[in-house]
Each structure stands twice: as C-alpha cells, then as structure tokens.
C-alpha cells in the first residue's frame, strides 16, 4: 500500500488535555495543527480523572503557590526537580484561568466563588472540581469542544517518528484503523499520549494507556527516567478479581471525611502517618496492600457514611458503586489498589523539548521533574495544562527564529518510513507479569522473573495494526520498567522494595535514566543529580 501524505507545522499525538492544549494555542499562534489521535477523541485518561485541578487561585486563606510547592516536593520523596515544581505550579493560575475561558465550568460554592476540595498529600483546600467528581470529563469536553475547527485523525496511531539524516524529526509515520500507512510531514511532533496503566491486569486507566509515546520517543533517540515510580491509586472500587479498567474512587472522598477500614472494621492509617487517611498517595497504597497481606483479604473499606450529600458531590463514584450493588451512603465501599499513575516518562526540559530536536512531550506521557518519585494528587490536569501550552509557544517561537525549518518541502521525497521489527509479546503475559511482580512492593528476584517471562514470550514482529504497535509498547516498556525497578535497590515512593525497604539517600537521590542500545533494549544508567 503506498502510504498518503500531508504535511503540518506541529503534529499532535493524542487528545487529552496536554495534546489539546497545545494544539489550540499553536493554531491560535496562526500554525499549521494535526491532531492525531489512536480511538475517539475522548478516549484517552483525562476524560477519567475525577478529583480535580490542584491549583492556587484567588484568595484561599492559608494556602499560596510556596504551600503548593512544598507539598508537591515533599509527595515526590526527594526526586522532584525543584526548578521544575516551582515554575509549573506557578504558571497553574493562568493555565486554569486560560481553561475557563475555554470554556471549562467548574464547581462553585455557596458564595460563588470556585468551590475546593482537598486530596492526599495536600495541606490545603485548593483542589477545583467539575460535575463534583467529574473533572476530567468537563476539561475534556471543553476542550474538545473549543478545538472543533482543527484537523483531527481519529483512529490514526502513530508508529514511530520520521528523521532526518542529521536526526532531527522530520514527521511522523502513521497507521489509519484498517492499517493504511500514512506520513505526516512536520518539523515538530508532540508526544501526548498518555501512561501505560495498561501495563496492569487493573487499572484506572482506559484502554488506550498502553505507553506507545514513550516507546517511540526511546525508538527516535530520546531518553526516559523515573519509569519505575508506577503510582497505584489507593481506592479503586473492588468487585472480585477482574481485569482491566477499574472504577476510581476519588481521594475527595476522603478529603471530605471518610476514612479507611480493614476487614475487622479499624481504621489503620492513624499511626502511619501525620495526615492519617489523607496521607500522600504512595503511603495510603503502601498501607493498604500491608494490611491486606497481614489480614489474608482483597480489599479494605472506605466508610463514607458521615458525609452528607454523597450521591450530589461525587455523582460518578456513586453511581459505580450502584452499578456494582454497593450503597455507599449505607455501607463502606469495598476499595483495593490498582495502577494509576506513570510519574515518569519521556525526559523533556521546562519547554517540553526532548532530547531528539523537532521532537516534544508533554502530560503524563513526559517526565518533567514535576512528580519525582511520586504525583502529588490532582497535579496531572494542572502539568497537561500548563506544558501543553508551554510546548506551543516554544514551537512558535523557534520556527520564527528558524531553528525548526519552516517547510519540508523538498526534492528528494519523503524521508525513509521506518518500518522494524520490534520485540513483541503477548499481552497477557505482561500484565500478569507485571502485576505479579511490580506492583506495590517488589524484590530483585520477583523482578528478575517477570524479565524472564516477558522476554520468552517475546519474538521480533513488524507492527501492522494498533493492536500491535500497543503490544510492542507494552513490550519495551515492560523491560525498562522492570530493569529500572531492579536497579533501584532502595524504596522510594512509589517504588517499594520489600527486599531494601528503606530509602538510600547516598547515592539514590538521582533519577534513573533510560535509553535503548545498539541492539533496540532498554540500558539503565543514572540520570542528571536531583538538587538538594
Ligand atoms: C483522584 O481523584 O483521586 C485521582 C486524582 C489524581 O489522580 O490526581
């Protein structure tokens, strides 16, 4: 099949609220924009995320952008790179105010005023909400929404970045849903896809977290680091073994009062930590999975009886709930951990450069330095927003100064269509791989196992369809994740080592970096020094 062509100033890959962003304020700067997109518009995580923006906005009384940043830095277990945390949270405001006048409605209190909430790890109120616990469906219909007049291939994956010989990006190389390769030709390419939740037999994440952004960004030359940081959502709604995507239950719920019960119907997060059932997100996963271990049960409970008003504030957790044959209002909600978050990713700088020029990542799909070893809650919506925009107004600024080229027009055709065979396992394989050996807490010999599995279930392939390139992701991502999580011989985080459970804070206190090597498999070596 002779692959179609068309030709853009910036190619966005992936639709959620980083992606959207970034094409809207390039379009609006007067760029040529495809947006790229592997299901239906909404189909990626930001439309699940329930919780909120966490952002400081007006006149909160005790809470300023300094509160905002501490507690971000003090969830990311000394990993965080503080440059990064300090700029992002301040641009947050204008992010949010830039969103609302998109259109985006947010929940407002009795006064009128924007109505906050709060999550894990924050020491204030300031998280904003949409529909009560519908915040990212709101975010995603507004942008949505706003972005009608743009270019947009649904159902269009992208398989790997074209290059030019001197290695700058010259494009991307596409396949449409019945797997007709296609060339999208630009001087800068977006990374938006999201995370790899789908690593896990369970997770929050749609179906589309399957991390293809990283495994192509690692392909064209760029680095990753902080992959072994998978944060697990502490309270997903728990029916019986099943896989798959999961019902969240948000941490607002907890913000507003409820509190954790093991099976004997005692609460076990006071003592644990200072903020108790509102511990950072790592602590509560951490907590939970403990006590299911030392009580021999698949899930704790979430007692919500206290509050008022649940079925209005949280419409889309009740409304799980019910549909599973749980009254929350009644009884506590059955909960248990399952992959969420990926706080690593895609090495990018403050602009969302990556190491490869032409070539940009932003949202969950990048690592900024934001999260470290571990997101502080309703941080992901705030860091999409604000980098996404961030990733438009660099590409504007450096074609005006001429450091992408304007046009790729030119006589020798089109730039070579990378088509390798890839390693390539069965799905199934590495998610219960994956979930039997790197979830929330895990050893050298668990990990040394999985890598054993994923790899004889491993054979070279040439992707022909989304199922396989999602597959090859899967693959390579499952390798970096578990070589990185083997390196690191300490617990941090997100990353538990039941084997080194303390943190070592003489030599760890770096990111782990990951880049493939001659032969296409991922090497782990020690990134750039967090600063103190
Ligand atoms: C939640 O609402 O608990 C999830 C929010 C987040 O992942 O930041």
Redesign the pocket.
């Known amino acids: 099949m002779n692959p179609w062509e068309a030709e853009a100033d910036l190619v966005v890959v992936g639709s959620g609220v980083a992606g959207l962003t970034a094409a809207l304020d390039a379009a609006a700067a007067g760029l040529r924009v495809v947006v790229v997109t592997k299901d239906a518009v909404d189909a990626g995580s930001t439309r699940w995320?329930?919780?909120?923006v966490?952002v400081v906005v007006g006149d909160v009384a005790g809470d300023s952008i300094d509160a905002h940043v501490a507690d971000t830095l003090e969830a990311g277990g000394g990993l965080c790179d503080p440059a990064a945390v300090a700029s992002i949270i301040a641009d947050g405001p204008a992010a949010v105010a830039r969103l609302r006048e998109r259109g985006a409605r947010f929940d407002a209190g009795p006064d009128g005023r924007l109505a906050r909430t709060r999550?894990?790890g924050h020491s204030a109120f300031r998280v904003v909400h949409a529909g009560g616990?519908a915040?990212g469906a709101e975010v995603e219909r507004a942008l949505v929404h706003a972005s009608g007049g743009l270019p947009l291939l649904t159902d269009h994956v992208a398989v790997d970045a074209l290059r030019e010989p001197d290695g700058r990006v010259a494009g991307l190389a596409v396949l449409d849903g019945s797997g007709r390769p296609g060339v999208l030709r630009a001087p800068a390419v977006l990374l938006a896809t999201g995370g790899y939740g789908q690593l896990y037999s369970s997770t929050?994440n749609p179906e589309t977290a399957t991390g293809d952004g990283v495994a192509l960004a690692l392909r064209a030359g760029a680095s990753a680091a902080d992959l072994e940081f998978v944060?697990f959502?502490p309270?997903v709604l728990y029916t019986g073994p099943a896989v798959g995507r999961r019902p969240?239950?948000?941490?607002?719920?907890r913000g507003e009062g409820a509190v954790l019960l093991d099976r004997a119907g005692r609460r076990f997060m006071t003592g644990v930590h200072p903020l108790a059932d509102l511990a950072p997100?790592d602590v509560v996963a951490a907590a939970i999975t403990r006590r299911l271990a030392e009580t021999g049960t698949s899930c704790v409970y979430l007692d919500a009886r206290a509050l008022d008003g649940f079925a209005a504030r949280f419409p889309t957790v009740y409304a799980a709930c019910r549909a599973a044959g749980i009254d929350p209002v009644r009884e506590p909600v059955p909960v248990t951990p399952a992959a969420?978050?990926s706080c690593g990713g895609v090495v990018t700088d403050a602009s969302g450069r990556t190491a490869v020029p032409g070539l940009y990542a932003a949202g969950e799909v990048a690592r900024t330095g934001l999260h470290g070893a571990n997101?502080?809650?309703?941080?992901?919506?705030l860091e999409g927003l604000v980098m996404g925009a961030r990733v438009a107004s660099t590409v504007v600024a450096e074609l005006q100064e001429g450091h992408l080229p304007a046009t790729l027009l030119r006589e020798g055709g089109l730039p070579a269509i990378p088509a390798p065979a890839v390693p390539l396992a069965d799905r199934g394989v590495v998610q219960r791989a994956m979930s039997g050996a790197a979830g929330v807490g895990r050893d050298g010999a668990g990990l040394a196992a999985a890598s054993d599995a994923v790899e004889a279930a491993t054979a070279l392939a040439v992707p022909i369809d989304r199922a396989g390139v999602e597959d090859a992701a899967l693959t390579l991502l499952a390798q970096a994740v578990l070589a990185a999580a083997g390196t690191r011989t300490e617990s941090r985080g997100c990353h538990v080592r039941t084997d080194f459970p303390a943190r070592d804070d003489v030599w760890q206190r770096a990111s782990l970096e990951v880049v493939l090597d001659g032969t296409g498999r991922p090497e782990v070596r020690a990134g750039k020094a967090v600063a103190a």
């Open positions: 995320a329930q919780g909120g966490a999550e894990g616990d915040t929050t944060q959502h309270t969240l239950v948000t941490e607002a719920v997100r969420h978050y997101r502080l809650a309703s941080n992901s919506l």
